[in-house]
């Protein structure tokens, strides 16, 4: 489950990291594994089609998130994981 906090910033409810997530630390990471703009990073952006990463960027990207939530992303899974709202739903769901 994921809500806006009193200042506008989306929180994840999750048993991982402490209980919390938050969004800027998913768009943090896309912003330093792609090289775009912040502002370009939104919930329904496309790694692939949107922000131009290629397929050893989206590899490295479900690297950095396996790392920075302490969890392992299987290959079948992974491969469904297109945009910021996909990494969303599957952290929320672990």
Same mark, same amino acid.
Do not use: C, R, W
């Given at each position: ?10 929180? @994840? ?18 912003? *330093?594994? @792609? ?15 949107? @922000?131009?990463?290629?397929? @050893? *960027? ?27 709202? *996909? ?8």
């Amino acid at each position: 489950m994921h809500f806006l906090n009193s200042f506008g910033i989306i929180i @994840l409810e999750n048993k991982y990291g402490g209980g919390i997530i938050m969004l800027d630390k998913i768009k943090s990471i896309v912003v *330093d594994q @792609l090289g775009v703009d912040e502002d370009q990073v939104t919930e329904d952006a496309s790694f692939v089609d949107d @922000l131009g990463a290629d397929s @050893l *960027d989206t590899v490295e990207l479900i690297m950095a998130f396996e790392e920075e939530f302490d969890i392992e992303i299987p290959d079948e899974d992974a491969q469904k994981i297109k945009t910021v709202k *996909d990494v969303i739903e599957y952290i929320e769901s672990k």
